[in-house]
């Protein structure tokens, strides 16, 4: 059994009802979805009524009580809004979560102004919804036993992993950013294929079967991405020709400046 027994998650838009999805299927908590209008909740219980282990409420300031983790899942210029609503009833020791982009964790204590409630910032991206992708977090004030138990409640849900808070600008540009970026490569190459013929569900079909390919020869093989290169472009053959165009054409600055670019001012 969890640490945490009760679970509220406020906000059921994308990021908090894809938590909170994950959660119900895979935790033991008690799990609250929170959200200030019905339209969402409706949705998700349409899609999640089968399981017997959460509720929905639209009484933010009510849901969290008896919580001893709450997730904070709503737009950033709304966190200081719901923590405002929230904090009579935070319980003493509970931990908040909060994957409002940009929103540091001074900003957090300071929204929160309870000093015995331990705070996480996370930064999560959308594969979180399929079980997959890299989430980043960094904390304050949360003893090991609740990290522990956090990496054990969202290990079904995304690969997690605690960062110092300085880093976080850089893991949110690399890797919620960069799922963007994998979406436009593969729009392009689709939009190649139905020139040559393929249509373009099928192309994006093929061509995501490819990428799929490439990251499980990666995440297996002990070669460098170089030597994989190097196995795939033999010597005046097609893919070299084509490797090549990619260059010529910038596509290496152009993937660096775009994972750079979001950070700049
Ligand atoms: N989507 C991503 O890939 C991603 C990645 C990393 C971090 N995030 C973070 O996740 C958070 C939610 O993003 P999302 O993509 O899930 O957005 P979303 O689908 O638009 O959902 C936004 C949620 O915020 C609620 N909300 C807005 N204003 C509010 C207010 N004043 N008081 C209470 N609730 C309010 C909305 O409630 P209603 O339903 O009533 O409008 C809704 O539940 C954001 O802070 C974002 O930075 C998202």
Redesign the pocket.
Known sequence: MSIFKKITV?????????IAAGLVKYSDSEICLA???E??LTNFMNAYGNYSNFKVTTD?ADSVKGSSLVV????????K??TD?IRENLQEDSVVV??????SIADLKMMIDRSSVGVIYM????ALQVGKGMTFATASGVEDAKIDAIHRLFAPLTRLKFIDEAKMGAA?ALC?CG?AYVYKFIAAAAQAGVELGFSYDEAVDYFTATVSGATAVIESSDLTLQQLVNAVTTPGGMTIRGVNELERKGFTAAVIDSIISPLKK
Do not use: E, F, H, Y
């Open positions: 406020i906000g059921a838009g994308n990021m908090g009802s894809a959200n200030r209008s339209g969402r933010l904070l899942a709503v737009k950033p210029w709304a966190v809004d719901v609503q909060s994957v409002a982009a940009g929103i930064i999560p991206n959308t949110t919620s799922i």
